[in-house]
């Protein structure tokens, strides 16, 4: 069996678009003299000014050539005290000169320091940018090599499961059903595939083994040869490994509808399958379809007991109830169809009691019961009608109290031809109940305690000339 496809994952190629960067820049520098080594150049300059300018302005004057008085006045020694302030205040404006420009060039280069801290910042949020986006890349990168590599995992579990499967050994073929099973569980992608895979094992063909521990197929009263004493061993285990895949089947429809284990909602085609046994009980069929289409029922027990039946399509048509017992009391079919179309009901127990039809179309149309029995006990049909049902030369087919409300039941152009059908202490509420072109043609059937809130319609010559064995209602 091929495994299926995978898909083709595109590699993503990662595109990083930055600003510029300084690169090569060097860090501001700030070359100043220390404070006092500056103020103290700074006054010898000014000193060495005045002194040129006073020199000058002598050699101007002709000195030494000019008079000096002997005495000193109170003006000369204002003047010079005047000359020493002036001397003494240039000196402190050449320091506070001094001062202000070294404090400017420190705020120009505190700035010069900020502007190049913000460029090494603004590199650094590029460089993370970049980071960034490689680390993302390398990632998805990572990501796209895993999927891959689970693809493939996935694909070579699917490959093992699958020649399990195909095995001689009945203990490698149940192998092959957990692995199957396992794969569906981690393989969402691939569940539906894996499911089919299951529902074809259990469609290929199959012949039961006899029941009795010693019995072997064809078995004479002589010792049966070694041959079929295998073959009879085989059979068996490929009931267990059928067994094995209905009751994991039932086992995940089971499992609330969140829980990533659930099958709920996905396809099951069990179409032209053989059923000797087998457990669904509880399983909520939602969703998808469910087809049972010729499916034959020859032995067993085989249960369907509160399964759920939702939303979807439910077929039976054509199936076969030939032996064993099938099961399916507390069952609810809500939505969708359930079709039991052309249904042969010719042996073994087959049991609807405490059923539930509701909020869709349930056909019996053209089924065949003749043989076994049939029990529809307390079955409750609201919303929707059961239509066109035949009992040609059946043993036993058994309606007790059930209960239809807000829905017709049909059952025109039923043929009831053998056995005991009986209608008694049997409640149709809500809805009308349809006896046209019925035929009576042997056995017994009896409406006598049947109870109807919308009268029932029979034929009026039903009414008027009732063959023997029909009980009409009584009024």
């Known amino acids: 069996m091929e495994s299926p496809e995978s898909p083709r994952v595109a590699r993503p190629e990662p595109h990083v678009t930055v600003g510029s960067v300084p690169a090569g820049s060097p860090v501001p520098e700030l070359r100043l003299w220390g404070i006092r080594r500056s103020i103290a150049l700074a006054v010898v300059a000014a000193l060495l000014l005045v002194g040129g300018l006073v020199v000058a302005a002598f050699w101007y004057a002709a000195w030494p050539g000019f008079e000096r008085d002997e005495t000193v006045t109170v003006a000369t020694l204002f003047d010079l005290l005047k000359l020493v302030f002036a001397v003494v205040a240039g000196i402190g404006g050449v320091a506070a000169l001094v001062v202000a420009y070294r404090r400017q060039r420190v705020a120009e280069h505190t700035n010069a320091l900020a502007e190049f801290a913000h460029q090494l ?38 490959a093992k499961a699958s020649e399990q499967l ?24 691939g569940r539906q595939t894996c499911i089919d895979v299951l529902c074809a094992y259990i469609r290929m063909p199959y012949t039961p083994p006899p029941d009795a521990p010693g019995e072997t197929a064809g078995q004479d009263e002589d010792q049966a040869p070694v041959r079929d004493a295998d073959d009879v061993r085989a059979a068996r285990d490929e009931r267990e490994v059928r067994h094995t895949v209905i009751r994991l089947v039932g086992r995940h429809l089971s499992l609330a509808e969140d829980d990533a284990a659930s099958w709920c909602g996905y396809d099951f085609d069990f179409t032209g399958a053989v059923f000797d046994g087998g457990d669904l009980s509880g399983a909520n069929f939602s969703g998808g379809g469910v087809y049972f289409d010729g499916a034959t029922f020859v032995g067993g027990d085989v249960s369907f007991g509160g399964a759920s039946f939702s939303g979807g399509k439910v077929s039976f048509v054509g199936a076969s109830f030939s032996g064993g017992k099938v099961s399916f009391s507390g069952a609810s079919f809500s939505g969708g169809q359930a079709s039991f179309f052309g249904a042969s009901f010719i042996g ?27 029990f529809f006990d307390r079955v409750t049909a609201s919303g929707g009608k059961a239509v066109h049902v035949t009992w040609p030369k059946g043993e036993q087919v058994t309606f007790v109290q059930p209960a239809s409300s807000d829905g017709s039941v049909i059952f025109s152009g039923a043929r009831f031809s053998g ?14 109940v349809f006896f046209n072109y019925v035929t009576f043609c042997g056995g017994r059937v009896s409406f006598r305690t049947a109870r109807f809130q919308v009268p029932p319609r029979f034929d009026d010559g039903l009414i008027e000339d009732p063959p023997d064995g029909l009980t009409l209602p009584e009024k």
């Open 348 to 374: 073994g127990e087959v049991f609807f009691g405490l059923t539930s039809f509701s909020g869709g179309e349930v056909l019996f149309d053209r089924a065949t019961f003749s043989g076994g029995k049939v």
């Open 166 to 189: 195909g095995s001689e050994k009945g203990a490698v073929r149940l192998a092959g059903v957990y692995a199957m099973a396992g794969l569906a569980d981690d393989w969402r992608e």
């Open 419 to 432: 056995g005991v059908v009986s209608f008694e202490r049997t409640t149709f509420s809500g809805g009308e």
């Open 121 to 158: 910042a603004h590199a650094a949020d590029l460089r993370a940018e970049v980071s960034k986006a490689l680390a993302e890349a390398a990632d998805e990168r990572a990501k796209v090599e895993s999927d891959r590599n689970g693809v493939r995992l996935f694909n070579e579990r699917f």
